[in-house]
């Protein structure tokens, strides 16, 4: 599927099912990994279930942008200012974060054992 294909499906799904219930999918894709991967560390679940949870958490992301342009249009553009600039803040922390876990990784590598 391509990124416009997506783009369009998750819109439709936000139309269709409604603002809060798309978001309250978000949060319970998310908590169904947190329990999966809990239980996989624990001996009692699957990879397969890991796996399941991870991609419906990855697909569920996707929807976060579309949903903050929709609570926008909602409320009349109030929040178009912060919407906009969601992606390129989820950038510049994704990217702040991977240098402080390289930076992390390099210092527990360069202790003695």
Known sequence: MTHEELTGLIK????????????RKVTEECAELVVALSRYLDGRGTLQELAEETADVSIMLEHIPHLLEAI???RNGQFVEKAEGFESMTS????????RLRQRVEHAEAKPC
């Open 72 to 74: 926008s249009r909602a």
């Open 92 to 99: 510049y922390y994704r990217k702040m974060k991977l240098q």
């Open 12 to 23: 439709r799904m936000i139309r269709i099912v409604g603002i809060e219930a798309d978001a």
